[in-house]
């Protein structure tokens, strides 16, 4: 079966644009979650979505936003970029919604994301 | 809100040593901690994970103990080799929680 994919793997932006991640889930995974990774704050939550619904939401400014299509396959957006939103960004895919104690989360390998 | 604590943040052992990461947690309804292995430009991938009922698991040379009371858990890697070289999480989820809380990692280096 294959695993959690994200395009584009890398990508650079200048600040004030606005960039757009593709995150497919593993076959049969209905519930996607969106973390970003930086040096100093490590993996932090962003946002989840189970089918087509955003479930929960971590503290990011507005400027973060997501959405989830009918075959499980997200996207998040990050509009107005500022030089700290540098950071790799990960999804992960997993049955039902969430991390909890029936079910396991399984990353992708991330998009690199660079704002000059 | 939840915090989980990571320590070490680096680690050296010489291969065939044993490797142990410890993690502590705030939330006392946290009921799953799964483990997690990062190595350069690559996601994290699951290694182990325990649910809360049972106090140990353990997969060939990797195990992980929890102590509810005490709120905490710990990785164990034994006869450790040079591609066990890579950044460790562990994290918890709450019960209801719709995700993850990480740790800050810690950075393993097996020494051939």
């Known amino acids: 079966k294959a695993g959690v994919t994200q395009t584009p793997r890398y990508l650079i932006k200048t600040r004030g644009q606005q960039v757009t991640l593709s995150c497919s889930p593993i076959?049969?995974?209905?519930?996607v979650s969106w973390y970003q990774q930086t040096p100093g704050q490590g993996l932090q939550f962003l946002f989840e979505?189970?089918?087509?619904?955003?479930?929960n939401k971590g503290n990011f400014p507005g400027r973060f936003s997501g959405r989830q299509f009918s075959n499980s396959r997200s996207e998040m957006n990050v509009s107005t970029l500022e030089l700290g939103d540098s950071a790799l960004y990960l999804c992960a895919s997993s049955t039902t919604p969430g991390a909890s104690s029936t079910d396991t989360q399984y990353f992708g390998p991330g998009t690199r994301l660079t704002v000059l | 809100g939840e915090n989980v604590e990571q320590h070490p943040s680096t680690l050296s052992v010489q291969e065939g040593d044993s490797a142990v990461i410890k993690c502590t947690y705030s939330d006392s309804a946290s009921n799953y901690f799964p483990w997690y292995k990062q190595e350069l430009g690559k996601g994290p991938q699951l290694i182990i994970d325990?649910?809360?009922?049972?106090g140990e698991k353990k997969d060939q040379r990797i195990a992980v103990t929890l102590n509810k009371t005490a709120k905490h858990f710990s990785l164990h890697i034994t006869e450790t080799q040079p591609e066990d070289s890579a950044v460790y999480f562990c994290a918890d989820s709450g019960a209801g929680s719709y995700q993850l809380t990480f740790g800050k990692g810690t950075k393993l280096s097996v020494i051939p």
């Open positions: 076959s049969g995974h209905r519930s």
């Open positions: 325990i649910r809360s009922n049972v």
């Open positions: 979505y189970f089918s087509e619904t955003q479930r």
